[in-house]
T-cell receptor
Framework: AQSVTQPDIHITVSEGASLELRCNYS??????LFWYVQSPGQGLQLLLK??????LVQGIKGFEAEFKRSQSSFNLRKPSVHWSDAAEYFC??????????FGDGTTLTVKP | GAVVSQHPSRVICKSGTSVKIECRSL??????MFWYRQFPKQSLMLMAT?????????EQGVEKDKFLINHASLTLSTLTVTSAHPEDSSFYIC???????????FGPGTRLLVL
């Protein structure tokens, strides 16, 4: 069965600093990988996705992620964090049935 | 494009009553819709998968007689929580996707409080 691990429950960064959120997955076949962001009381917004091809994918809001098959990882990065980036971030992997399995999420706090 | 709406956004009901939550894809046809439940500070838990015109497929441990799902059209799925109890209080989120496409588009969620 597939699984997703987000090792960091909570991360605090200063505004303007760089950010990396970790995601490790377990899935036997070629994974479809996603990063979502959720603000309090809201649904999920898709930041970026990886299906195939270039392992470095660009998303919205200045985010990017790199797929590393050898490490079963799909880490999310942003070079300079803004206060509005404070939110909950979820990594997810799809099965071939189209279902998504989500990680437990990482809460991002941005210090002024 | 790819907007999904949910109605209502918040609902408070008395224990023992039923509540219906609607999930609509506004600008695309969704052959598949998913229903999730999210507890505070936790991840999303998939409850069921609904395909237009067929019965929903429920995840293990989810009571299908309690959480009735109907996907009557390509743009609408409904989740009815029957005989609600306080432990059913939660944040319910739907998502929708086009057949054979991997990307899901999420609704804004419905906050249910059962008193």
């Amino acid at each position: 069965a597939q699984s997703v691990t987000q090792p960091d429950i909570h991360i605090t960064v200063s505004e303007g600093a760089s950010l990396e959120l970790r995601c490790n997955y377990s899935y036997g076949a070629t994974p479809y990988l996603f990063w979502y962001v959720q603000s309090p009381g809201q649904g999920l917004q898709l930041l970026l996705k990886y299906f195939s091809g270039d392992t470095l994918v660009q998303g919205i809001k200045g985010f990017e992620a790199e797929f590393k098959r050898s490490q079963s990882s799909f880490n999310l990065r942003k070079p300079s964090v803004h206060w509005s980036d404070a939110a909950e971030y979820f990594c997810a992997v799809n099965t071939n049935a189209g279902k998504s399995t989500f990680g437990d999420g990482t809460t991002l706090t941005v210090k002024p | 494009g790819a907007v999904v709406s949910q109605h209502p956004s918040r609902v408070i009901c008395k224990s023992g009553t039923s509540v219906k939550i609607e999930c609509r894809s506004l600008d695309f046809q969704a052959t598949t819709m998913f229903w999730y439940r999210q507890f505070p500070k936790q991840s999303l838990m998939l409850m069921a998968t609904s395909n237009e015109g067929s019965k929903a497929t429920y995840e293990q441990g989810v009571e299908k007689d309690k959480f009735l799902i109907n996907h009557a059209s390509l743009t609408l799925s409904t989740l009815t929580v029957t005989s609600a109890h306080p432990e059913d209080s939660s944040f319910y989120i739907c998502s929708a996707r086009v057949w054979d496409k991997e990307t899901q588009y999420f609704g804004p969620g419905t906050r249910l409080l059962v008193l």
